[in-house]
């Protein structure tokens, strides 16, 4: 099993990598002082495959867990489906330091993640990734969030878990659909810091897609590391934390334009990408080849380019309620290089117009 630390002074954890390991759930909870009523959240899919293990191990430890499944899908990350978790903990009688586990992708570990940020002001949060997108990026770094239908992850929280325990093993069962979706926050931790990682997932781009244990153990454990590299500097994005927003500008104003049902979250991602890149080129930072790159890569992975059945109009009205709006001034993070961003708040509206008309 790998271990990916996280330093964050007090609220430090570890990711814990490795086939199989889901079984060592409970064990891996016994370090810590919780009681042993437990929630377990997570979504009809999951739930009915990996559920009963991990009731199972949590019972061996001496935790009593009650498993709670909600809608899978993005439309669960909403203010309802919190009330209806609130229910379920004070019901089964949580304590300040009962845990709340997120066995799930990203949307059970935002939703359940909120829940526990504002559950009694605060309950322990295991974060327990079943998708490859929230293996490599959603439980990593503490943001938690639902919904708000004018915008993405309006309504949240930094909260860190206690404990990430990542099987791969689960990734069998994951459709390729998601498989892709993960890829696309891979492909940017490349873009925004690892020139020779974009090399990487590009030539073992066949064994990726062939789901190599190997490939994908070492690309999980790449981008946790970067993800954590940047979360230890700065934990609440005042700055450095923004290139993980890279493609994101776009792609949040794509989910919650199309209602956040026709794309998932990476698919957003990746035609968010191709969005930034091509605002890099036209401001003059990116050179062609640069968008070349991002494109070809996403392609590769079976992503897609462009937006069908939104306009470039109204996507543009849902931009300015990006969190790193300050100002009236949209924060974009752009590329220059394969590896290397920036922060522009200067981007004129002629190039964001021609941009969105250009991916729509
Ligand atoms: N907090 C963060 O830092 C952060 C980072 C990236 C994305 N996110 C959020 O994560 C969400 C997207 O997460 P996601 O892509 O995991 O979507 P998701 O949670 O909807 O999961 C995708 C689908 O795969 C299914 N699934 C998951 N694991 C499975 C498995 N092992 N076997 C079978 N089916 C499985 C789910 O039931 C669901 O239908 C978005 O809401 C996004 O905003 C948050
Ligand atoms: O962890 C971060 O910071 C990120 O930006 C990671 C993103 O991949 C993720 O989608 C995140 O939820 C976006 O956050 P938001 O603050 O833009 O809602
Ligand atoms: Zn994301």
């Known amino acids: 099993m790998a271990v990916v630390e996280v330093n964050l002074g007090k609220d430090s954890y570890n990711i814990h990598i490795g086939a199989g390991i889901l079984s060592e759930l409970g064990q ?54 919190a009330m209806t978790l609130y ?75 206690q404990l990430v325990v990542i099987d791969t093993a689960v990734l069998a069962t994951l459709p390729r659909r998601e498989l892709y979706a993960g890829l696309a926050e891979v492909i940017k931790y490349g873009l925004i810091a690892d020139r020779d990682f974009f090399h990487y997932i590009n030539e073992k781009s066949n064994a990726i897609l062939a789901m190599d244990n190997n490939v994908l153990t070492a690309i999980i454990s790449r981008s946790c590391r970067i993800k954590a590299d940047i979360v230890e500097q700065d934990a609440r994005e005042s700055a450095l934390r923004m290139v993980l927003n890279f493609g994101h500008t776009i792609a949040h104003a794509i989910e919650a334009g199309t209602g956040f049902a026709q794309f998932n979250h990476g698919e957003a991602v990746a035609i968010g990408m191709r969005g930034a890149a091509l605002v890099s080129h036209y401001m003059g930072i990116a050179e062609p080849e640069v968008v070349e790159n991002v494109c070809g890569t996403i392609r590769r992975f079976h992503l897609p ?56």
């Open 305 to 360: 380019l462009s937006v069908a059945g939104c306009s470039a109009a109204k996507l543009h009205s849902y931009l300015l309620h990006d969190k790193k709006v300050i100002g009236g001034k949209i924060n974009w993070i752009l590329l220059r290089s394969v590896g290397e961003v920036q922060v522009h708040s200067d981007v004129p509206e002629q190039i964001v117009s021609r941009v969105l008309a250009e991916i729509t």
């Open 28 to 81: 891996l909870m016994r370090q810590f002082a919780f009681t042993a009523k437990a929630l377990v959240v997570s979504d009809e899919n999951v739930g009915a495959i990996y559920g009963a293990v991990v009731v199972e191990t949590l019972r061996q430890a001496g935790f009593s867990p009650r498993l709670v499944c909600v809608k899978p899908g993005e439309t669960a990350k909403a203010y309802e489906t």
């Open 87 to 161: 229910t379920a903990a004070i019901e089964e009688g949580l304590d300040r330091r009962s845990p709340i586990v997120a066995l799930g992708g990203g949307v059970v570990g935002d939703l359940a993640g909120f829940v526990a940020a504002t559950y009694l002001r605060g309950v322990p949060f295991i974060q327990v990734p079943t998708s490859l997108l929230a293996q490599v990026d959603s439980s990593v770094g503490g943001k938690v969030a639902i919904n708000h239908p004018l915008g993405k992850n309006l309504i949240g929280a930094f909260y860190q878990p």
